[in-house]
């Protein structure tokens, strides 16, 4: 089964890959709740398709805009996750930013980190034409109709800027009356200046944030009125985000308001 809400004890996933725990799934026949969860039957998953590239556009002298055209059309909503492979043993996950209902082609943003081969391929190898596959889809931090009726605090870091973005405007294209703000956020720097500069939503719902502890922003926006019993989504630079997940659990936010998507760091070879 999957998890939408909540957390199993690690003994029920066993055997799991870390892309399936990552994605909520567990071993019901192993599973002993230790707290409130909400399950359901498995999302199915992209079964694997071919795409090609279709464009590069450099943002920045480390960010890059890779667009896709797979071979079927994907049910998605921006947010989510898809695994790219170059060839059969090569692959890494990337956060969809494009908009089904707008765009035929599937948009991702690729951050160039010393010791990331992949990144490094897509950089100063791929080209427009070459082809690659795509599989699973996977990920809830995203705009859910059936969920998102509180307010809501997203909270973009790093390469996670574009990614909360999209799913800002996901959520007012869906509905426009939401309450709703949109944390850009990065540890020592304003965010890339591409994502301000680029962007049709109202200045209002964004807001820069250059501390070291963005759990104080969070606190200061949770004592608003408007904000009272939020949900929060996390999505992101892995550390940023994990460390305000531990923050917000310590304090104990409940659970079912508390949605994060961590991007797993790149490690040197």
């Not at 890959?17 to 230790?34: I, K, N």
């Not at 963005?214 to 949770?222: F, H, N, Q, T, V």
């Amino acid at each position: 089964m999957q998890t939408t809400h909540g957390s199993v004890p690690i003994e029920a996933c066993s055997n799991l890959s870390p892309d399936q725990v990552e994605s909520g799934f567990f071993l019901a026949c192993q599973c002993y709740p230790t707290s409130d969860i909400t399950v359901r039957l498995p999302e199915r998953h992209l079964q694997p398709q071919p795409a090609v590239i279709t464009g590069k556009d450099l943002l920045s002298p480390t960010l890059l805009a890779i667009r896709l055209a797979p071979r079927l059309p994907l049910q998605y909503r921006p947010g989510q996750h898809i695994l790219l492979w170059r060839n059969a043993t090569d692959s890494s996950r990337y956060c969809l930013l494009s908009q089904p209902e707008q765009d035929s082609e599937l948009l991702i943003h690729v951050e160039r980190r010393v010791g990331g081969t992949f990144s490094r391929w897509l950089f100063d190898e791929a080209a427009c034409g070459t082809q690659v596959t795509l599989s699973e889809l996977a990920g809830q931090c995203h705009y859910q109709p059936d969920r998102d009726d509180k307010p809501t605090i997203l909270f973009g870091s790093g390469v996670g800027i574009g990614a909360a973005m999209a799913i800002t405007r996901d959520t007012l294209l869906h509905n426009p009356s939401s309450i709703l703000v949109t944390l850009l956020h990065a540890d020592t720097e304003s965010p890339e200046t591409f994502y301000l500069r680029h962007n049709d939503l109202p200045e209002s719902l964004l807001q820069t944030i250059t501390l070291q502890a963005p759990i104080e922003k969070i606190d200061e926006l949770l004592a608003e009125r408007r904000f009272q019993n939020a949900q929060i989504k996390l999505i992101g630079q892995s550390d940023s985000v994990l460390t305000l997940e531990h923050t917000l659990k310590k304090r104990r936010y409940p659970d079912t308001q508390l949605v994060t998507q961590p991007f797993a760091p790149i490690l040197p070879d």
